[in-house]
């Protein structure tokens, strides 16, 4: 009898201490069925109970801003991009995970970059993406590591209805990686704190990329005007083109093709003074900076990024996991592998709100430097920058 009370009181106590927190999540199919099971498996090990609540993607920033100091809000978002992060930090609605987070050596570091917020980490990366040369290995047996390997490459097989090389050239984001290799940025980066007042889209090494972008087009021939990313895809799945700057959303339609691919870094562009990388793009989970059940939620999330869940994530919707090992599991993947190396390598997008007054200046920018040859890349960076600084202001 006294066992038999002992037991009921442990079970009641469990119960007692038992949280219930709500996830706001925007998958969907596979991966929502994926959280679903790691919510169970989270409650069989941990008695705590998630409930999990379909919010569609572009609707969960706004909503959370207006929750969120109610109390009406979620415990824990699953996922947001890092360029809200910064929006929802400075409303004050996300909190920071850094006293939840203790061990971080198994996560991308550009993904940790890329969540952190004036020096603090405002969200637990997921997944991540970014560009990359992808190759047919038909055409291209072996990855082009150096540029004179690659422009050799390129026009070996450009000329009667083909292509060595397509990109998108008016694209900024697509073309960040020469840009940063050329040693211009966005704001600069002061000890994960970014410097709005310190935009480099327009030095020297800004001026330099944006000649090469027009020399792939006008000195070497090798990016026909006209071409956007729908052209560069197109080509490829057609295997009319050998090469192709772009991300993992294209890859499905790659693999049904029956492409034959590779994928790579794009090689040091001539006479850069840094190596190319590009923009990453991360997804992460938040914490509702009013939650009363915050131990609980970043506990949660802490298990989703576990290797294993990451593992089992990437089987449930191709995601690129940020789990260094579960990389390692998963290198057998040549899209895991392939853009795994490329996020490692790449810059994170600027996770300020600032950010908003960049692209559009930016963007036409890059798109003007690449409409005809030679074009005045200082002046046309210049009127840009003044832009962005105005419109920052």
């Known amino acids: ?153 390129a026009q070996k097989n450009t000329g009667n209805g083909r292509f060595g090389f397509l990109v998108d050239l008016s694209n900024a984001y697509m073309n960040y990686g020469v840009i940063s290799a050329y040693g211009g940025y966005v704001f600069r980066n002061s000890g994960g704190t970014l410097n709005t007042k310190d935009v480099g889209l327009a030095n020297a090494g800004a001026d330099k990329a944006g000649a090469f972008l027009n020399d792939l087009r006008y000195k070497y021939n090798l990016v026909p005007e006209g071409v956007d990313g729908s052209a560069a895809k197109s080509a490829f799945v057609d295997g009319r083109a050998a090469m192709v700057l772009t991300g993992p959303w294209d890859m499905d339609d790659f693999k049904k093709a029956g492409i034959n691919y590779g994928i790579a870094a794009f090689p040091t562009p001539p006479g850069a003074s840094g190596k190319w990388s590009p923009f990453v793009g991360v997804q992460g989970a938040m914490l509702n900076a009013y939650s009363k059940n915050k131990a609980v939620a970043a506990q949660f999330a802490r298990e989703i990024v576990k290797s294993d869940a990451q593992v089992s994530f990437n089987k449930a919707g191709g995601r690129i996991p940020v789990s260094l090992s579960a990389r390692t599991k998963l290198k057998s993947d040549p899209v895991v592998a392939g853009f795994g190396r490329t996020i490692s390598l790449g810059t994170p997008m600027p996770n300020v709100v600032e950010m908003g007054a960049v692209w559009a200046p930016w963007s036409n920018a890059v798109a003007q430097s690449v409409q005809r040859p030679n074009q005045n890349y200082s002046q046309i960076n210049d009127r840009a920058v003044q832009e962005i600084n105005k419109n920052i202001k």
Do not use: C
């Not at 809000?73 to 004050?92: E, I, S």
């Open 1 to 153: 009898m006294k066992k038999a009370l002992t037991v009921l009181s442990l079970a009641l106590l469990g119960s007692a201490s038992a949280a219930n927190i709500t996830v706001w999540t925007h998958f969907g199919e596979g991966e929502l069925t994926w959280l679903r099971a790691q919510a169970t498996a989270f409650k069989n090990k941990t008695g705590h109970n998630v409930q999990l609540v379909s919010v569609p993607f572009d609707q969960i920033p706004d909503k959370l801003i207006q929750s969120a100091p109610k109390g009406q809000g979620p415990d824990l978002v699953l996922t947001l991009p890092q360029d809200r992060l910064g929006q929802l930090a400075a409303a004050g609605v996300i909190d920071s995970m850094d006293r939840y987070v203790t061990s971080r050596s198994d996560l991308d570091k550009t993904a940790l970059s890329a969540m952190t917020y004036k020096g603090k980490l405002f969200g637990l990366p997921m997944f991540a993406e970014s560009v990359a040369l992808v190759y047919n290995k038909k055409l291209v047996p072996t990855a082009p590591t150096t540029w004179s390997q690659f422009l050799s490459a």
